[in-house]
Structures are given as C-alpha cells and as structure tokens.
C-alpha cells in the first residue's frame, strides 16, 4: 500500500500576508488581451502594447484635456417613462460613471483657445443618447453659436437610448440640425471618436465634424459586428469598424494617441483662429 503524506498546514502568516494584496493589479487590454501591471496604463488608461485606451468616465476625459471648466445646462427634467427598471438603471450609471447623464456639456479652455466642449461617458449606460444628453448637446451648439465658438464633441455611444423610444431617435435629428445652424455660421466643429461610437450617434452628429479625429482601435459604425455577421452569414474581417478601417475608406481625418489628443486639438484651434 501507497503511504501518502499529509502537506503540512500553510503558514497563517502566509495565508494573512496574502490576503492582504491589493486586487486589481493587472489589467488586461480588450484589444490586444495583453495583461500589464495598472500602472504602465498610467493616468491616461493607454495600453502599452497596443496604445489602446481604455475607456475614460467624462470627468476623466475632461481632466485630461482641459486647464479650464464650466458645465452648462445641468439642470434639465427627465421626461416620464414607465419602462420597467429604468430609473434603476439610471442610478446604476450615475454611481458607476460620477455623472447624471451620459454626456457632460460646457466651456472650457483647451490649451489658449475657449471652445465649448460636450464629452461622452460611456460608463453612464453605454453612452446612450437619451432626450436629457440630446437637449444638451442641441444646446451646446445653440450657444456656441450664439458666442462664436467652435465646439469640440468627443463622443463615445452605443446608439440610441432604447427604454426612452421615438424620443431617444428624435435626438439625432435635433442635435444634427443645431449643428448645421452652428456650420451655417461659418464656425468650426471637431470631432474625437473613442471606443465605441455606433448606432445612432455615429449616423448623425459623431460624423459631422468639419475635422474628425479618432483614438487608436476605436470601433466605429452603426450595427455591431456580431449582429451583421449573423445577417449576412458570413465572417467580418479583423479591423472591420476598427478606426484604422474607417480612416482607409476617408471618414476620419486622423487618429491621434490619446497622449496627444490635447496638444492637437489645440494646434488645430490655433490655425482655425489664424484663418
């Protein structure tokens, strides 16, 4: 017969020791699936294999790319809705996200240059577009109008807001309309496309942009990839709606790291300016 050994009882030292790590240490990239310490992604949230940037709340994103804000509109009522679970959800979004809808509007500094400025959270339902964000981005036009400023979007959405209907894709048209009247005006309107920027919002204002800028390995289109392989039955290839795609077929104008996201917009502002 086989004697079998009993291990010897680990070290309750050991066993505390290791209890009392820090969890979320590593992160892993959703593009590239490389695991690297958190700290290589640094402040920005860049990958360092792949210069992926992970997904920012807009009080990050804010943060990082301007020395000055102030939010406009921040009042605005919620229309009624008896979707079910809805208010729920919403109060999930805003602790996950630290806002109360999904796109922060205001003005703001970006280098030397005042611009007013709407910023996407895609930690506040996806970056649904919703009746309260598009009334606030058809706002952020309005005035920037009104006071001659160019406007900067960075936008980042899953579409259309689905528990608010036909008044979720009611906003496309609305924000689309005060962009023209802010175009008409002879002013200028950049766009950032971060990861991800479909439905709704990509089909109207996200691709508007007199400039359009993206990050790296953003997924930009309408339907998701998934979805048109199950209609079409047939494989998409690897970059399809990946930034880098879309800007070989022309609708993007660069893509630009994160890191210099700030400096860039604020190049550009500078030569609108010179105009």
């Known amino acids: ?8 009882p680990l070290d309750q030292a050991v066993i505390a020791k290791a209890q009392a790590l820090p969890t979320g240490l590593w992160l892993t990239c959703p593009n590239c699936h490389a695991s690297a310490y958190r700290r290589r992604f640094g402040a920005a949230k860049v990958c360092p294999q792949c210069g992926y940037g992970l997904r920012l709340t807009a009080h990050e994103r804010i943060a990082q790319l301007t020395q000055q804000f102030e939010q406009w509109d921040q009042q605005l009522p919620q229309l009624p809705t008896d979707f079910p679970g ?41 970056g649904s577009l919703g009746t309260v964000a598009g009334e606030r981005l058809c706002r952020l036009f309005e005035r920037a109008t009104q006071a001659r400023l160019p406007v900067v979007v960075v936008a980042t959405s899953g579409g259309a807001r689905m528990q608010e209907g036909i008044q979720s894709l009611m906003q496309m048209a609305k924000v689309s309309q005060a962009v023209a009247h ?49 209609t079409i039955h047939a494989q998409l290839p690897a970059d399809f709606q990946r930034a880098e795609a879309v800007q070989k077929a022309g609708f993007i104008d660069a893509i630009v790291p994160r890191s210099a996201l700030g400096a860039k917009l604020a190049a550009l502002l500078a030569l609108h300016e010179g105009c």
Not at 1 to 8: E, I
Not at 104 to 112: N, R, T
């Open 1 to 8: 017969m086989l004697k079998t050994s009993t291990p010897a």
């Open 86 to 126: 809805y208010a729920d959800k919403r109060q999930a979004a805003a602790s996950a996200s630290g806002s109360d809808e999904s796109v922060i509007c205001g003005q703001a500094l970006i280098g030397a240059h005042t611009v007013a400025l709407g910023v996407m959270d895609s930690h506040y339902m996806m």
């Open 182 to 230: 802010h175009a008409a005006a002879g002013l200028l309107y950049i766009v950032v496309l971060s990861d991800p920027t479909m439905g709704g919002v990509a089909a109207s204002f996200a691709m508007q942009g007199d400039i359009i800028l993206a990050e790296p390995h953003s997924r930009v289109g309408f339907a998701g990839k998934r979805v048109i392989e199950a």
